[in-house]
């Protein structure tokens, strides 16, 4: 292994290049715009170019690109090369300010959702210098927003960054009230745990399924699944640890803090966690993670599979989001303090969390929302898809005083009486921990933990910070006004606590019991993608995202279809995968075991017409009949699927895809497993469950 701290963000253009490379004023003038989002001036930009390009080709790189994210979810780049000609035939390597700046790529190729009308095909992309340029595969990569030439967001970056802006403004107006004059700004704090499999790649590769839509579509249950619960913090076999060693090299060049590594439940399954970062970077290095994650496992003959259910009846993998909110000067917001005013101040923050989560559960779990994830959520492996918050007894415990004024027994036994002003000395590194909650306090940030695997976090991340931006200032508005700050600060916390306890929930969030209190305390249950999206566009959401300058009317509207229509095409593709490998695979395999079986059988009735054939043909009346029945089914789900069906709506063929379309599949695959489970392997035209999971040692 190489000395980790000098190859540690060895790939990429950060402060400390800056300050070496660049002029002075220069560097003062770029530090100003990255840490107040200050708009850089044309020269200034010149200058950062031109170092950023000599900084590049001594690195080995020729060319450059915007890098940006676009609404597929995963990263786009178009690469240009530094070459300019010259007279003399050569060329020389150039880049400009303007080049740094501003890209223009053709935008029509990705999904607006009808927001970009085709005759207006441009978009453009535009640095964002909060981001570090970093270099890959010999390009010099600028992390840039995408949008229409209309200003419209097309990416997923954009809104993330208005975001933090709205959240920065609001709780920057709760500091002052509390007399904070050194802070400068509010910043949003990510530390996403990512959970991945690792299979072996020549298995992968034979298997439809996998290929076309990240998990398998058939496969009968192992002997051996995640029962015996041996895989959790296991030691890591040898292959497993070499691609670790690779993949943590990899991401510590480009500057991603790689941090914790570990086998997770399920066999074949993995997590990696950085240390937080801004929201904004950690967007950016949770999908290049991701990107090296499946570049490297290549590199070891495996492929890492990030979709968040690869395997049925084995757990899926997940994405823990842990949100934070802290100032530029490095104080965490949510971290209970030692003074009564620092404790007053957290439990407003608090406060403004619960308000935020149980106002917009329907926004919390829309950012969620996947044809992939649903078939965690409520799974029994994952929160359901009922938002709730867990804050731990003891907390609660604080936040029930609060409510009913009373006093507050301590653990020693001292008792106090607790408002905003006193708060019990608290526990932070509670051990009281709620692996079931969808949102759970952890002593000092939130652990967002309803997201699938793949879902890049920037949309949670814009969620969050709006929703909470908006009760802050709700907060700010009535403290402003007030006249006697601490009374109308403990009838703000008192009284939000009285009106949305109902979110705080911390018992088992997997129990049967949970979904009927739940649903008694009015909290939504929004078990798909379908029923979930209408609430996207409701007046009050759109308004909301309007108020805080985060998405407009039409970027709210172009969002909904866009998620809508992918969650259509991804249904629609896994079903034709199906049909494919019904026919083309499974039932020539069948038929060609039962072929043997019937052969084998007439061969013995040959020798001596009173031999047992009992086996045979019991195993060949359960295949018939079985094989029967799948290609009925095939025949439906594909009449179904290629059916043109006109929805003059997005939202009723998302509901038809997964009423009709995906109960179909589902109905499908338990036939094709009956048949898989009695079929001798050899026949069997794919890898099985216990090859894919068992084999990489
Ligand atoms: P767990 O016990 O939940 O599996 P991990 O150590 O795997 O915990 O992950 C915890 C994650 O929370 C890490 O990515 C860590 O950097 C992140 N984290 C810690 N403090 C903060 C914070 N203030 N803001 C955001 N994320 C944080
Ligand atoms: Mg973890």
């Not at 996403?192 to 590769?205: G, R, S, T, W």
């Not at 179904?640 to 599949?665: H, P, Q, W």
Request: charged share 25%.
């Amino acid at each position: 292994m190489s000395n980790v701290p000098e190859i540690f963000g060895s790939m990429v253009f950060n402060d400390t290049v800056m300050k070496e490379r660049l002029p002075k004023e220069t560097y003062k003038a770029l530090k100003k715009t990255r840490e107040q989002g200050k708009p850089l001036n044309p020269q200034i930009a010149d200058a950062v170019a031109n170092a950023m390009k000599n900084w590049a080709l001594e690195k080995g790189a020729t060319h450059f690109t915007h890098w940006f994210q676009p609404m597929t979810g995963i990263t786009a780049e178009k690469h240009d090369s530094f070459i300019s000609p010259t007279e003399n035939g050569k060329v020389m390597m150039e880049f400009s300010g303007k080049e740094l700046i501003k890209g223009e790529p053709d935008a029509s190729s990705f999904p607006s959702g009808g927001l970009r009308a085709t005759f207006e095909a441009r978009g453009y992309t535009a640095w964002d210098p909060t981001s570090d340029a970093f270099i890959k595969d010999g390009s010099l990569c600028i992390p840039t927003a995408f949008c229409s030439y209309g200003g419209e967001a097309l990416d997923k970056k954009t809104p993330l960054l208005r975001s933090m802006e709205a959240i920065d403004k609001q709780a920057m107006r709760i500091l002052k009230l509390f007399g904070n004059t050194t802070a400068r700004r509010v910043i949003t704090t990510v530390g996403p745990e990512q959970e991945y499999f690792l299979i072996d790649k020549a298995m992968y590769e034979k298997r439809k399924d996998l290929v076309y839509t990240g998990r398998t579509l058939f496969g009968a249950k192992p002997p051996k699944g995640q029962e015996l619960e041996d895989h959790y913090f296991g030691v890591i076999k040898p292959r497993v640890s070499a691609y670790m060693k690779d993949l943590d090299e990899e991401l510590w060049k480009l500057g991603i803090l790689a941090k914790t590594k570990h086998n997770e439940v399920a066999p074949s399954q993995h997590e990696l966690a950085p240390i937080f970062t801004s929201s904004n970077v950690a967007t950016d290095h949770n999908q290049l993670t991701m990107e090296i994650m499946k570049k490297v496992a290549t590199k070891h003959g495996l492929t890492c599979l990030l979709h968040e259910k690869p395997f049925a009846g084995i757990n899926g993998s997940g994405k823990h989001n842990n949100w934070s909110i802290s100032t530029d000067t490095g104080v965490n917001l949510l971290e209970p303090g030692d003074s009564p005013r620092e404790n007053a101040q957290f439990l407003l923050f608090l406060a403004a969390i619960i308000q935020a989560v149980d106002e917009h559960q329907d926004l919390l779990r829309i950012s969620v929302a996947s044809a992939g994830n649903d078939h965690r959520l409520g799974a029994n492996e994952a929160p359901p898809a009922i938002v709730s918050m867990f804050v731990g007894e003891e907390l609660e415990d604080v936040l029930e005083s609060i409510e009913n004024e009373t006093a507050y027994a301590q653990k020693d036994k001292s008792f106090m009486k607790i408002g905003v002003d006193v708060l019990p000395l608290f526990q932070r590194d509670t051990t009281d921990r709620n692996r079931t909650s969808p949102f759970a306090f952890t002593g000092n940030k939130f652990e967002f933990r309803m997201l699938g695997s793949t879902v890049s976090i920037a949309c949670p991340n814009m969620i969050l910070n709006t929703i909470i931006a908006d009760t802050l200032c709700g907060f700010a508005d009535q403290l402003e006004k007030s006249k006697d700050f601490t009374a109308t600060l403990n009838d703000l916390v008192r009284g939000t606590i009285k009106d949305h306890k109902r979110i705080i929930f911390n018992g088992n969030n997997y129990s049967p019991e949970w979904v009927v209190e739940a649903e008694k305390r009015g909290l939504l249950n929004l078990h798909s993608t379908a029923e979930a999206m209408p609430y996207y566009i409701k007046d009050e959401n759109v308004a909301l995202f309007e108020k805080y300058h985060v998405l407009t009317r039409t970027e709210v509207y172009s969002r909904y279809e866009i998620q809508l229509e992918n969650y259509c095409k991804q249904i629609h593709i896994e079903a034709l995968t199906m049909v494919d490998m019904i026919k083309k695979d499974i039932l020539p395999a069948t038929c060609s075991y039962m072929k043997d079986l019937s052969r084998e059988a007439l061969n013995k009735k040959q020798m001596c017409s009173e031999i047992n054939c009992e086996m045979e043909e019991s195993l060949l009346k359960k295949l018939s009949s079985l094989t029967a029945e799948l290609y009925k089914k095939m025949e439906t789900l594909e009449a179904s699927v290629v059916d043109e069906k006109a929805f003059a709506d997005i939202l009723e063929e998302a509901k038809y895809y997964r009423n009709t379309v995906f109960a179909g599949m589902e109905s499908t695959r338990e036939t094709a497993d009956a048949i898989e489970s009695l079929v001798g392997e050899k026949y069997w035209p794919y890898p099985t469950y216990g090859d894919l999971l068992f084999s990489v040692i």
